[in-house]
């Protein structure tokens, strides 16, 4: 297959009345499926998979051992509130788990659902990007750090430069 939408994620309000949600983007297996629900301005709460929801593919798919290219469906287990907000995300683990066997048979089937995953990877990490503050430092039209902060001021610590995010810490000479 391809990966030929961009979408990792989809958010719905409920109506109160369906207890179904489309996933229209491909996903390999059903547990790369991540569910949320928010009820008014509580915080987000992770639903379960196979307790607070189910989830379906699509009737296309389902000869396919590719996993669901054409998305599916999410089934809650209880009906939400009107108002509710159902997200539905992909996060697929970010491992690499097939192996080829030196002169054994190319199988281009399982070569390209590799391939599905290091994009689903790719465009999971740009969604996590998008929801934080990036920072880019340059010196001399270089790039020499790229990081990710959780709206935490950047820290100058002795001679050398530093930056401290969180509880890690990265040193460089500009």
């Known amino acids: 297959m391809t990966v030929s939408n961009q979408k990792s ?6 109506n109160g009345t369906s207890k179904n949600f489309e996933v229209p983007f491909y996903f390999i297996r059903k547990k790369d499926l991540v569910v949320y629900r928010k009820i008014g301005e ?3 709460e992770l639903l379960k998979q196979d307790i607070d929801y189910s989830v379906s593919g699509s009737a296309a798919d389902k000869q ?12 809650l287990a209880e009906m939400p509130l009107n108002g509710t907000k159902i997200t539905i995300m992909r996060v697929v683990e970010l ?15 399982l070569h390209e659902q590799a391939l ?3 994009t689903m990877q790719i465009q999971q990490l740009a969604e996590e990007i998008d929801r934080h503050d990036l920072v880019v430092l340059y ?3 270089h790039l020499v750090l790229i990081a990710l902060l959780h709206r935490l001021p950047l ?18 000479g500009i």
């Open 42 to 44: 509580a915080p987000k």
């Open 116 to 118: 599905d995953k290091l």
């Open 95 to 109: 491992t690499q788990l097939t192996d080829y066997q030196e002169a054994g048979t190319f199988p281009a089937e």
């Open 155 to 172: 820290v100058r610590l002795g001679t050398e430069n530093h930056i401290r995010l969180q509880r890690c810490q990265f040193a460089f």
């Open 139 to 141: 010196r001399c039209h």
């Open 64 to 75: 396919t051992e590719t996993g669901y290219p054409n998305g599916g469906t999410v089934v």
């Open 9 to 14: 994620k989809v958010e719905y309000t409920a």
